[in-house]
């Protein structure tokens, strides 16, 4: 197991410590191993960059994941914007640390095989985002 955290280009408070045991006990509830994880958190300006070279979209977005996965092994890079996590908890009324923790999850749960392109795959998505953001919050 081997998960990183990276900072590009922004500056914020990350207990990491505490932010490794969540994420990893969050894979393991849902049935995955922890494998090598990336976290990148970076400005607008780079993660719209990442979108439009790898994704081919053209717009700002809050997390991106790139699986890299091996059956229940789970790898991968997740980008998040800091810029748009700050805009959003002010949006959703809710704290910096809830979004940036909503955030993360999120991404964690795409590499876990979760997808939220429906509506139905949307609830699923928020429900996993909310059951394990009562592990840290």
């Given amino acids: 197991m081997d998960i990183s955290f990276y900072k590009q280009n922004v500056s914020f408070e990350l207990n990491e410590s505490s932010t490794l045991k969540w994420v990893v006990k969050s894979i393991d509830l ?9 976290f990148v958190f970076c400005d607008d300006r780079y993660i719209r960059k990442i979108n439009k070279l790898y994704l ?7 997390v991106i994941s790139f ?10 890079d997740i980008f998040v914007s800091i810029d748009t996590v700050k805009k959003n908890a002010l949006e959703y009324h809710v704290t910096f640390k809830e ?3 909503r ?8 590499l876990c095989g979760f997808n939220d392109v429906t509506n139905k795959e949307k609830s699923i998505m928020r429900d996993k985002e909310n059951n394990l953001l009562k592990l840290i919050i």
């Fill in 56 to 62: 081919k979209h053209d717009y700002f977005t809050d």
């Fill in 30 to 38: 849902m049935g995955f191993k922890p494998g090598c994880l990336s």
């Fill in 99 to 101: 979004e940036l923790f």
């Fill in 103 to 110: 955030v993360i999850i999120h991404g964690v749960l795409h």
């Fill in 67 to 76: 699986d890299h996965s091996n059956g229940k092994l789970i790898n991968g």
